[in-house]
């Protein structure tokens, strides 16, 4: 299941966030949720939730209805351009 994850999120997700500098890693998956990290300029970024929810939290529940719930795990206080 990871690799098909990394696969959707490697054409669908990232080049759309890499053409904002940033990046998301899959930290893990267990059950029904998925834990992920915002990296780059997703980091700090106050539409960093929407683009979780709206976007990529879509794409996850569209490809794989058993994933219930989509945890960020990011540290939005750190790195270049926080918010809190």
Request: proline share 4%; glycine share 10%; net charge negative.
């Amino acid at each position: 299941m990871i690799r098909k994850l990394e696969k959707i999120f490697d054409d669908q997700v990232r080049p759309v966030l890499a053409s904002h500098g940033g990046n998301v890693e899959i930290v893990d998956v267990n059950a029904d949720s998925i834990y992920l990290r915002l990296q780059g300029g997703c980091q700090g970024c106050s539409s960093s939730a929407a683009t979780l929810k709206g976007g990529i939290e879509t794409i996850i529940k569209n490809n794989f209805p058993f994933i219930q719930n989509v945890i960020d795990v990011t540290e939005h206080a750190e790195g270049e351009n926080p918010y809190m």
